[in-house]
C-alpha cells in the first residue's frame, strides 16, 4: 500500500477565499481555493449539494448510495472511482485520502450540507489492516472537517452478508468504520449485513455488484435510515434537518 502523502497546504491555517462568483467563473470551472492550495469545482447549487464519496458500489448512476442520498431531497456531487477505499487504491487512483490530496478527483467550492463517505470493500478484499484503515480514516475525517467545518459529515459502512452469513473481513470493517464514526460524532449507516437482511443476494450481479433491483432495494433502505438520523435536506437551506 502506498504510504501517506502529506502536503504543505495540510499544516497551513485556512484562509478565506474570493467567491467564485465574484471571479465570474462559470458552473464546471476548477478554481484554485488558495485557503488549501487545491483546485475546487464550482458547482450550480453547492448549497443544496450532498457530496459523495465512495467506490464502485456508488459510482454507477442510480447506484443504492444515489438513490439514497438523492431521495431525502439532495442533488448530488459523486467523487471517488471503483477499486479504491480508506487504503485501498486501483493502480490509477490513490485511496481516499490520497486521491483528495494530489487532486485524483475534486471536491466543490463553497458549502455543501452534507457530505458521506461509503466504502470498505476494496480494503477488505485487498487485506487492508485494522490500523490501516483507521489511520487513513482519521486523516480524511481530519481533512473534511477542516476544508468544512460547517458541514455535516456521515458515513456509510461496507454491503456485506452479515457475521453469521459470510460477511467475513467486510463486516469486520463495516463494525470498524462504525466504531470510528462513534468516536467522531458522526451519523453512521451499518451495511455489514444488510445482503442478508433485505434479500438482496439474489439482486447481486457478481458476488459483489447490485443489479439494478438491488440498488433500488437498498437505495430505499438507505433513505430510511437517513431519514432517521436526521438527515433530509431542508428545501429553504442548505443544512440537513436536525
Keep these: 500500500m502506498p504510504g501517506p502523502a502529506q502536503t504543505a497546504a495540510a499544516d497551513k491555517p485556512l484562509r478565506i477565499a474570493p467567491a467564485p462568483s465574484s471571479l465570474n467563473l462559470p458552473v464546471g470551472s476548477l478554481y484554485k481555493n488558495p485557503a488549501n492550495n487545491r483546485s475546487e469545482l464550482v458547482l450550480a447549487d453547492v448549497r443544496h449539494t450532498a457530496v459523495l464519496i465512495g467506490d464502485s458500489q456508488s459510482m454507477p448512476k442510480d447506484s443504492w448510495p444515489q438513490q439514497g442520498i438523492a431521495a431525502m431531497g439532495y442533488k448530488l456531487h459523486v467523487v471517488g472511482m471503483g477499486g479504491t477505499g480508506y487504503v485501498a487504491t486501483n493502480g490509477k487512483t490513490g485511496n481516499y485520502i490520497d486521491a483528495l490530496q494530489r487532486g485524483d478527483w475534486v471536491l466543490p467550492f463553497g458549502d455543501p450540507p452534507l457530505i458521506v ?126
Design 117 to 242: 463517505i461509503q466504502g470498505g470493500g476494496n480494503d477488505a478484499t485487498q487485506r487492508a489492516t485494522d490500523a490501516q484503515i483507521s489511520s487513513n480514516a482519521e486523516r480524511l475525517l481530519a481533512a473534511l472537517k477542516k476544508r468544512y467545518p460547517g458541514t455535516t459529515l456521515a458515513m456509510i459502512g461496507t454491503l456485506a452478508r452479515g457475521v453469521s452469513n459470510g460477511g467475513g473481513r467486510r463486516t469486520e470493517i463495516d463494525a470498524l468504520l462504525g466504531r470510528i464514526a462513534a468516536k467522531h460524532a458522526i451519523p453512521f449507516v451499518s451495511a455489514g449485513d444488510w445482503l442478508t437482511r433485505y434479500n438482496a443476494i439474489g439482486d447481486l450481479q457478481d458476488g459483489v455488484h447490485l443489479k439494478p433491483a438491488g440498488h433500488a432495494k437498498l437505495g430505499a433502505a438507505l433513505a430510511r435510515e437517513f431519514t432517521a438520523l436526521g438527515l433530509t435536506a431542508r428545501p429553504d437551506t442548505s443544512e440537513p434537518a436536525k
